[in-house]
């Protein structure tokens, strides 16, 4: 099975651009969820979606926003990008069958640049 | 507010010893908890669980540890190997659901040969 690919790899933007990531899941996953990870604050939740519609949000601006299409697959947006957004923008899938204990299985992630 | 926190952000071993990684929560509504491995460039791969009704659970090297009274959770990795060098993410969930893990910061484990 193919794990969770994320494109692209790298991106250099600069302020007050916008970007759009994307995030295949692993087939037959249905949920998929984006986290950031900046080197002082570890991994800080984003958004999850499930079934194309958003389950979970974390405490992001409105400034990031995401969808998810009928495959599963699913993109992230940042608009007006701040240097701040400089980070590496992981994406994970997993079943969300509602059994317990259930695992997030993660892509290698989108390193954001903003100069 | 940090709900998961890891304490120390690096911890240096010697080849052959035991790594212990430490890793506290204060939401007593949290009945989930993984560890995560993270390689440089790569994404995190998970690596063991454990739920609340447990208070170990082994995997080969690596065993998780569950104090829930002390809201603490540990990773003892033996014996440890230079390829276990990487960063190393407590998560924590409710419900057990996989949405919404709440991360720590994270712990950098360096062993050296």
């Known amino acids: 099975k193919a794990g969770v690919t994320q494109t692209p790899r790298y991106l250099i933007k600069t302020r007050g651009q916008q970007v759009t990531l994307s995030c295949s899941p692993i087939?037959?996953?249905?949920?998929v969820s984006w986290y950031q990870q900046t080197p002082g604050q570890g991994l800080q939740f984003l958004f999850e979606?499930?079934?194309?519609?958003?389950?979970n949000k974390g405490n992001f601006p409105g400034r990031f926003s995401g969808r998810q299409f009928s495959n599963s697959r699913s993109e992230m947006n940042v608009s007006t990008l701040e240097l701040g957004d400089s980070a590496l923008y992981l994406c994970?899938?997993?079943?969300?069958?509602?059994?317990?204990?259930?695992?997030?299985?993660f892509g290698s992630g989108t390193q954001l640049s903003v100069l | 507010d940090q709900q998961v926190k890891q304490n120390s952000p690096s911890l240096s071993v010697q080849e052959g010893r035991i790594s212990i990684l430490n890793c506290d929560y204060t939401?007593?509504?949290?009945?989930?908890f993984l560890w995560y491995k993270k390689y440089p460039a790569e994404g995190p791969t998970f690596l063991i669980s454990?739920?609340?009704?447990?208070d170990k659970n082994e995997d080969g090297r690596f065993t998780v540890f569950l104090n829930k009274s002390a809201k603490h959770l540990s990773l003892h990795i033996v014996p440890s190997q230079p390829g276990d060098s990487a960063v190393y993410f407590c998560?924590?969930?409710?419900?057990?659901?996989?949405?919404?893990?709440?991360f720590g910061k994270g712990t950098k484990l360096t062993v050296n040969p």
């Open positions: 454990i739920s609340s009704i447990k």
């Open positions: 994970a899938s997993s079943p969300r069958t509602g059994a317990t204990n259930e695992k997030l299985f």
């Open positions: 998560a924590a969930s409710i419900q057990g659901g996989s949405e919404k893990l709440v």
């Open positions: 979606y499930f079934s194309e519609t958003q389950r």
């Open positions: 939401n007593s509504m949290f009945d989930y």
């Open positions: 087939s037959g996953h249905r949920s």
